[in-house]
């Protein structure tokens, strides 16, 4: 089973507008990340919002915020008021933390959403 | 400023030759990975290590191989180019902490010919 499920390929959005960008994740570990990453056409990686499987809040970073429903195990982002550069690939990511407490600090990308904004 | 740094951006190579993909970073983290990104699969981790002398296989490991012998550095290398290893490589570094990102290089394009 994918660890991280990312549903949309491509979605377009009207400049302005708001936009949610779906990310759902599995895991059987108590504690866990969640991370944003945007990549441009310029192809470099730009981490956008982390939110911890122990927040209470939703995490919020300028426009972007970070839909949290644990018990969904949902991580959607959703980007307010849309602009021409928010154009990208957007991928979800996850990084688990075992119980045992044993380092593990790789992330685990979904397969992304390509966002087109509509001027 | 602090950076992670990937060398060659662009290569070409031929299928059967060894290929070594360069990746330097400044942030002084123990922990560095190596990816690849490919349309409809997102990025897969290929290795990973968590300090000097410690690699770790990742998800799409057959057929590379890394060396950690400093802090800075995890040259990825192909042993034998094959066209399926055609591909977009990123190297990302970061701290051993659970909540911080991962910080990227700019990607490698590989083409094996």
């Known amino acids: 089973a994918q660890k991280i499920t990312q549903t949309q390929p491509g979605m377009f959005v009207q400049e302005k507008e708001a936009v949610t960008l779906d990310c759902t994740y599995d895991t059987s570990d108590p504690s866990y990340g969640l991370f944003w990453y945007k990549q441009p056409s310029s192809g470099e990686m730009i981490f956008l919002i982390y939110?911890?499987?122990?927040?209470?809040q939703n995490a919020t970073e300028g426009r972007y915020s970070l839909n949290f429903q644990k018990a969904r195990k949902s991580a959607n982002l959703v980007i307010s008021a849309s602009q021409l550069g928010d154009s990208a690939m957007y991928f979800c990511?996850?990084?688990?933390?075992?119980?045992?407490?044993?380092?593990?600090?790789?992330?685990?990308f979904g397969k992304g959403t390509k966002l087109s904004v509509i001027p | 400023d602090a950076e992670i740094t990937q060398s060659p951006r662009h290569k070409i190579t031929e299928t059967g030759r060894q290929v070594t993909l360069a990746c330097h970073q400044t942030?002084?983290?123990?922990?560095m990975f190596w990816y690849r990104q490919d349309l409809g699969h997102g990025l897969r981790l290929i290795h990973y290590?968590?300090?000097?002398?410690?690699?770790n296989k990742g998800e799409v490991s057959d057929g590379y191989s890394v060396s950690r012998s400093n802090t800075e550095d995890l040259p990825l290398t192909l042993e034998s180019a094959a066209s399926s290893q055609t591909s977009v490589y990123f190297c990302?570094?970061?701290?051993?902490?659970?909540?911080?990102?991962?910080?990227f290089g700019q990607g490698t394009r590989l083409t094996v010919v």
């Open positions: 990302a570094s970061s701290e051993s902490s659970s909540n911080t990102e991962a910080f």
């Open positions: 990511a996850m990084r688990e933390l075992p119980y045992s407490g044993a380092g593990s600090y790789q992330l685990t």
């Open positions: 942030w002084n983290h123990n922990n």
């Open positions: 290590s968590y300090g000097v002398q410690d690699t």
């Open positions: 939110q911890g499987s122990y927040d209470q």
